[in-house]
């Protein structure tokens, strides 16, 4: 993953947290105001907070599944970019055994 792939995710969760309170506000406060006895407005209130627990639940779930789609193809780069590493290492080394072994035969010469 690169890091316009880490700021876009960033971004998009910062979003969805704004947007998550800025409904939960809202909602309190549409709720709080409105012209209806208590009892009513509490049980309100407890189903709203219900729905948020619930969509709560499922955003973390999402967000987590994400995580691991995230962390698992890093695994997998870093991996690969591993194994390319130790090739570009293994035919450096063999080059500069070749090099020096070219060497010693100049000065045995």
């Known amino acids: ?45 407890a189903r709203k907070a219900e729905e948020w627990t619930d969509s709560a639940g499922e955003t973390l779930e999402e967000v987590r599944d994400e995580a691991r789609e995230l962390a698992d193809r890093t695994a997998r780069d870093t991996r690969r970019l ?8 293994d035919r450096t080394g063999d080059r500069l055994a070749e090099v020096v072994e070219k060497g010693r035969e100049r000065l045995k010469t």
Request: without cysteine.
């Open 82 to 89: 591993a194994r390319r590493a130790r090739k570009k290492a």
């Open 1 to 45: 993953m690169d890091h316009e792939d880490s700021m876009a995710y960033r971004e998009a969760l910062g979003f969805l947290a704004g947007l998550t309170i800025g409904a939960v506000i809202g909602t309190a406060a549409a709720l709080l105001m409105a012209p209806q006895s208590g009892a009513r407005t509490r049980r309100q209130i």
